[in-house]
């Protein structure tokens, strides 16, 4: 048997490595709290979305859609249960689908031209994603609707009760997301896809 086979196997039946090296690099995460990188964020609970949905729908009803669409971007719900998020989203579709397609280029134009508009038209798009995701409040029903099977006097089964409503508008919902999607990046760049996606904070 050579040294080098000799050296492997003592080194495979003994424990070799005794010091925890990582303890003693200052620059190691064992040494800070990870947590301080991610400052913590406001719990936003399901009556204060509902008043902030509340005041969205008004502003859509008066006719101001921007000030309707800021009033999401602005408050996003970050720390929040599922059912608070899923509320927040529905309204943000709602409002998206409530403006017109001529309008949406110069909104966002608007948008990212004051201050804080670059992170506002992010916000945008990690509710976009989420929509377009197939989530509860992105298209208005699951992915794979139940269908109802009849019984009939041949011995085979015949499809009924369509969903019919249910398909139409989560095409329509998702046609929306995608228009403004496109729009999006128009405006803003990929760049806001990249800070979408490496952003730690989610809808």
Known sequence: MS???QHTQASLSDAW??????AL????????DTSTL??????????????L???????????????????CLENPVYNGNDLAKDSHMQTVVEVLQSIKASEMTPMLQRIYGSEGGSELLDVLMKYLYKGMSGGPSGGGGPKTPTRGLTPQATGFSQIG?????????????MSVLLSWHEKVV??????????????????
């Open 161 to 173: 009760s369509r969903p019919v409503g249910t398909n139409e508008s989560t095409g329509t919902a």
């Open 25 to 32: 690099d200052p620059d190691s995460s064992q040494n800070f």
């Open 38 to 51: 991610h400052p913590p964020l406001p719990e936003i609970g399901e009556a204060d979305v509902r008043q």
């Open 53 to 71: 949905n509340a005041q969205v729908r008004q502003l859509l009803r008066g006719g101001d859609s921007e000030g309707a669409l800021r009033g």
């Open 186 to 203: 128009d405006v803003a760049g990929l760049g806001s896809i990249e800070r979408c996606m490496t952003d730690w904070r989610k809808v």
């Open 3 to 5: 040294i080098i086979q």
């Open 17 to 22: 490595r005794t010091i925890n090296i990582d």
